[in-house]
């Protein structure tokens, strides 16, 4: 079921203010850093892992082929708020609406409206899957309606959320959105996978890229300070992931990172700053520290940015909500629900409005200065 919503114009006017304070071209932000408490690592590799379904969406089975490849998806801290809110409001109370209403009823969009100033906002939520890779390689993507969302070339933001009932249950959220101008990174994310591993076990590094300015030279893997070239994965060069499978022979927290260096010889980091830490063994790591021990693959380039246009996700209604019989009966997916904000076209109508206005307002401040 798909659910729509429009903010009323005056909201409208201000989100566009706010939105051009926001992403004014020229603003670099650290990027892949955590908080204490967002992202988690299961909320990482959903990103990772619908990156890699979107750079090309028939590796996992052939019968996806005929859709196109689409970039990845820009990590917003915003959507993945939300999402984790609702992962957490359906693990504590029980809840898994079709109509992603909240627990409470509050509906879909006045709840995401909470969180995010979007255009187009649009919303898969799950039941029961055990893992990030098996939620969105065995079950959304075997969901039309969940298939359309994540492989819209027309989203350009993600969030999602994790949460997991005292039943050991585990929900799971993702948020996409569609900004009229994103400030965007060349690195999108990345991950280790499994998540928990044991000492000499294999463990594969993944780093997804979209660099519209051509193909790098190379995508790197720094793991406890040792440097090593990642082949690519999926997709091509400039718009795919990179893969590496590595082990380590010792318990604990082992630092890593990811080095891209672009065309024109640029480099950019993932995470912007700090590392990620690979837990090993029965340890206990918190996923990011802001500290590098090694400068090896460590460049003190600024991160590159460019803006890019949005149109919204012009989704319609689809039948079919849920997976094919390869997930089993213990695992339930909802219908993806959709929310309009309003039209690329009608940002840009206010955008030159609001230009007109500052035109005529130079134009007579300059006449009563020569008056």
Request: with cysteine; hydrophobic share 35%; aromatic share 8%.
């Amino acid at each position: 079921m798909n659910t729509l919503h429009v903010k009323p114009i005056a909201s409208l006017v201000l989100g566009l203010v706010m939105g051009l304070l926001v992403c004014a071209p020229g603003i670099a932000s650290a990027y892949g850093e955590g908080t204490e408490l967002l992202p988690s690592w299961e909320e990482r590799a959903v990103h990772l892992f619908t990156d890699r379904l979107r750079v090309e969406p028939g590796a996992d089975d052939p019968q996806f082929s005929d859709y196109s490849a689409v970039r990845p998806l820009v990590y917003n801290p915003d959507l993945n708020e939300a999402a984790r809110f609702y992962a957490d409001d359906m693990a504590a109370n029980g809840c898994f609406p079709a109509d992603h209403s909240s627990c409470d009823g509050t509906p879909f969009g006045e709840r995401l409206d909470n969180f995010y100033a979007g255009q187009m906002i649009g919303e898969n939520i799950a039941l029961g899957s055990p893992t990030a890779e098996a939620v969105v390689v065995d079950g959304w993507l075997y969901s039309p309606p969940h298939r359309e969302n994540m492989l819209s070339g027309q989203w350009l933001e993600l969030g999602t959320g994790h949460g997991q009932a005292d039943s050991g249950q585990r929900y799971w959220v993702q948020d996409f959105g569609s900004r009229g101008l994103v400030e965007e990174p060349i690195t999108t994310s990345g991950i280790h996978w499994p998540l928990r591993t044991e000492p000499n076990d294999d463990v594969t590094f993944f780093l997804a890229v979209y660099d519209p300015d051509g193909d790098p030279t190379r995508a790197e893997l720094v793991l406890d300070g040792d440097c090593v070239a990642m082949p690519l994965d999926r997709g091509v060069p400039h718009q795919g992931t990179y893969a590496l499978t590595a082990t380590t022979d010792e318990e604990g927290c082992v630092p890593y990172y990811f080095v891209l260096t672009r065309s024109d010889g640029a480099k950019v980091t993932y995470p912007t700053q700090g590392v990620f830490l690979l837990p090993t063994g029965e340890q206990d790591c918190p996923s990011w520290l802001e500290h590098r021990d090694s400068e090896e693959c460590n460049p003190e380039d600024e991160r590159p940015a460019f803006e890019a246009e949005g149109s919204g996700c012009g989704a319609t209604d689809l039948e079919g909500g849920g997976p094919d019989s390869n997930v089993g009966d213990s695992t339930t997916y909802a219908t993806c629900g959709t929310a309009g904000r309003v039209k690329a076209h009608v940002w840009l109508v206010l955008l030159v409005a609001l230009q007109g206005l500052r035109r005529r307002r130079a134009a007579r401040h300059a006449q009563g200065s020569t008056n």
